[in-house]
């Protein structure tokens, strides 16, 4: 699953969004990650083009997209229905013009947060693969954004920063234990939502993306071997 990266439109409740698919850099890479955005990003905003590369550099083939409010041209998100189609349309292109082994679901924060719903209502999929999981507004813990989460039952692994002002570790560990789920989440230590650390701590943002890129390798390795 090698080859030059492919632009698609991708029709969505008769519109259209946009997509790239980009390959693995790793020959008989069989596994494709659709990637979802953050509210406030899109496909071609550079976090999702850094994470994306690390990804591909680590065996996944990446398909970015827009959801259909910033194909618009607008940063207000479309209720979640609409995000949940958007998801759901480029993964059946995926299906259809790939045909990978391993489908893979996912994105940053609001993307990760719409894949993992989809999935929660049934749609079939490998696995998800969430970055920076918003398991709460900034300044609110107390809306916590679970309610479907223990309804999931493909593998999941999730990626959250230790700052994450998004998702506090503890209301996260407590979440956890009424999933059911085999989930593995991997805490990143001393990064922020952005997955962005302090000079002081003496890592990089390179650094992290190295460990996200490396943690979800193993893991996709995991789950090709039980799907085989």
Known sequence: MTGAPQEWR?????????????????????????????????MADRGLLNL????????????????????????RPDPMPRLTACVSAVAARARD??????????GRSMGGRAASMLAAEGYACDGLLLLAYPLHPAGAPEKLRDAHLPRLSVPVV???????????????EEVL???????TMHWLEGADHGFHVLRSSGRT??????????AAEAWVARLGRASG
């Open 205 to 214: 943002d390179a650094d992290v993306l190295a460990e996200v890129g490396e």
């Open 177 to 183: 234990k009424g999933v059911t789920a085999d989930w």
């Open 97 to 106: 013009e790939i045909g990978p082994d391993l489908l893979i679901l996912g």
């Open 52 to 75: 994306a590369r690390v990804m591909r550099s680590h065996g996944l083939a990446v398909i970015r997209f827009n959801f259909l409010y910033r194909e618009r041209g607008s940063r």
């Open 158 to 172: 999730c990626f959250n920063g230790t700052r994450d002002s998004l998702c506090r570790r503890d209301l996260m």
């Open 10 to 42: 991708v029709s969505v409740g008769g519109e259209e969004i946009s997509a790239v698919y980009e390959p693995a850099e790793a020959s008989g890479a069989r596994a494709v990650f659709v990637c979802a955005h953050g509210a406030g990003g899109g």
